[in-house]
Antibody, heavy 119, light 107 residues
Framework: EMRLVESGGGLVKPGGSLRLSCAAS????????MGWVRQAPGKGLVWLSS?????????YYADSVKGRFTISRDDAKRTLYLQMSDLRVEDTAVYYC???????????WGQGTMVTVSS | DIQMTQSPSSVSASVGDRVTITCRAS??????LAWYQQKSGEAPKLLIY???NLHSGVPSRFSGTRSGTEFTLTITNLQPEDFATYYC?????????FGGGTKVEVK
């Protein structure tokens, strides 16, 4: 079974940092582009960042997180990461990792991890 | 950035109804559009990719069409499990923007 499992969410103060992880199983992780999407409470989906495979090695970010968030991957550990710094109250959301299919949409999603930024 | 305008924001329907949701791109994205379904408390699920291709395992009552920069998701013969929120996403270029969502509610 193809699966993504996020971890690392929690409560953090404004200005703080957090690293999310996304463990992949059931497919050849190194062959797929990956990404992060978030959803604030009661709101819609927002694309945050994507990373291509190591062969092409490109990173993409939404303007709202550029310079504060860093996406990375460890193919040996089959894990995707999102390092988040200078966190703001408006970053409070459920964060999903997802696999990008060959045809470009996100075809496999994790269950999400909640990040709450509050003093 | 490409803006995706989705309408309506909500629709009330009954089991057996036909429901149509529209998504308009602010510029040409060819057929690079995906549709997702999200039920309360769950992660989104891919329904349709490249405007009209049904993802594996998705029932054939779901269909997608494209007319220029306007895209439509149609659910025919609405089933109880279809009450959910639906999102479009352009997959043409970065940032990969989503539409605002359409909640399909029980009438």
């Amino acid at each position: 079974e193809m699966r993504l499992v996020e971890s690392g969410g929690g409560l953090v103060k404004p200005g703080g940092s957090l690293r999310l992880s996304c463990a992949a199983s059931g497919f050849i992780f190194s062959s797929y582009n990956m990404g992060w999407v978030r959803q604030a409470p009661g709101k819609g989906l927002v694309w945050l960042s994507s990373i291509t495979t190591r062969s092409t090695s490109s990173l993409y970010y939404a303007d709202s997180v550029k310079g504060r968030f860093t996406i990375s991957r460890d193919d040996a550990k089959r894990t995707l990461y999102l390092q988040m710094s200078d966190l703001r109250v408006e970053d409070t959301a459920v964060y999903y990792c997802a696999r990008l299919s060959v045809w470009r949409p996100f075809d496999i999603w994790g269950q999400g991890t909640m990040v709450t930024v509050s003093s | 950035d490409i803006q995706m305008t989705q309408s309506p924001s909500s629709v009330s329907a009954s089991v057996g109804d036909r429901v149509t949701i529209t998504c308009r791109a602010s510029q040409d994205i060819s057929s690079w559009l995906a549709w997702y379904q999200q039920k309360s408390g769950e992660a989104p699920k891919l329904l349709i990719y490249v405007a009209s291709n049904l993802h594996s395992g998705v029932p054939s009552r779901f269909s997608g069409t494209r007319s220029g920069t306007e895209f439509t998701l149609t659910i025919t013969n609405l089933q109880p499990e279809d009450f959910a929120t639906y999102y479009c996403q352009q997959t043409d270029s970065f940032p990969r923007t989503f539409g605002g969502g359409t909640k399909v509610e029980v009438k």
